[in-house]
């Protein structure tokens, strides 16, 4: 089982940037697609961002497409989501997670059913 922490969170004003990283520990990172969401109150958690195992695939969310940058780093077992031009409604909290079923497509990145291990969560608050 692979264990997260998310970091890098804070308050930036729109336009700004901020990199969220999100360390890994256990085995099972090495076959594990990887993923970030954010959730705001009263709303569903919605996928931002995946990466593949290898980082060669990558998915994004129409509304951070062109200024969100995923990555990881597998020697260091770190992903990180680099967030450029934010804007207000980037408000949220993020959250980093793992999907350790090493069969996921590329279409399945964005699928939130398919991720079992979950980070505590970072705030990002983007103020107009």
């Known amino acids: 089982q692979v264990q997260l922490v998310e970091s890098g969170g804070g308050s930036v004003q729109a336009g700004g940037s901020l990199i969220l990283s999100c360390a890994a520990s256990?085995?099972?990172?090495?076959?594990?697609?990887m993923g970030w969401f954010r959730q705001v109150p009263g709303k569903e958690r919605e996928a931002v961002s995946g990466i593949s195992v290898t980082g060669y695939t990558t998915q994004y969310a129409d509304s951070v497409k062109d200024r969100f940058i995923i990555s990881r780093d597998n020697a260091k077992k770190i992903i990180y989501l680099e967030m450029n031009s934010l804007r207000p409604e980037d408000t949220a909290v993020y959250y980093c997670?793992?999907?350790?079923?090493?069969?996921?497509?590329?279409?399945?990145?964005?699928?939130?059913?398919?991720?079992?291990?979950w980070g505590q969560g970072t705030q990002v608050t983007v103020s107009s």
């Open positions: 997670a793992a999907a350790q079923d090493s069969r996921i497509t590329a279409a399945q990145l964005m699928d939130i059913r398919k991720y079992d291990a």
């Open positions: 256990g085995r099972s990172f090495g076959y594990s697609s």
